[in-house]
């Protein structure tokens, strides 16, 4: 994987006009991807569906989420939906099977829990995310006319 490239708002010391130029076309870009279709797929059901029409349109109102983040979308889901079904199985039979052995949903639940907080993080779901998120936007400074004027070469 190549360098991590920084937009405007987290860069430090001093940038050339065109490196801000190009960093602020990168962050439009951002928001110009093909929108977001909001259908869920057929085949979720249950929790993950609920889950689906629970997060789809925070993330729409927040994020520049797009149609390339369908499949993150729907696997955050999947799992969410997951976790709640092993849950649901672990309340009812325990977390200790009658002969003895562990309940293979503990194991199932724990990884479906690791898959889901890498895809809210991924998705800015999680609140180190949004906290990066608010901190960069906390550090846009407003437009200037004599600042451009000055930053003019």
């Not at 870009?29 to 929108?35: A, I, R, S």
């Not at 092993?86 to 099977?97: P, R, S, V």
């Not at 609140?127 to 400074?141: H, I, P, Q």
Request: aromatic share 6%; proline share 5%; charged share 30%.
């Amino acid at each position: 994987m190549g360098k991590k490239i920084k937009l405007i708002e987290p860069t430090k010391g001093h940038i050339s006009k065109a490196e801000r130029l190009d960093r602020e076309a990168m962050r439009e870009e951002l928001f110009e991807y093909p929108d977001l279709n909001t259908q869920p797929p057929t085949f979720l059901t249950g929790e993950a569906l609920n889950e689906w029409n629970r997060v789809v349109p925070l993330l729409k109102s927040d994020i520049p989420i797009s149609e390339l983040d369908y499949s993150l979308i729907v696997s955050y889901c999947v799992a969410v939906g997951t976790i709640i079904e092993c849950q649901n199985h672990i309340k009812d039979n325990g977390a200790m099977l009658k002969d003895g052995k562990s309940n293979p949903a503990v194991r199932l639940q724990s990884q479906a829990m690791k898959d889901m907080r890498m895809l809210a993080n991924s998705l800015g779901m999680s609140l180190d995310s949004r906290m990066k998120l608010a901190f960069n936007k906390s550090k846009e400074k407003p437009k200037d006319a004599f600042e451009s004027l000055m930053l003019d070469d």
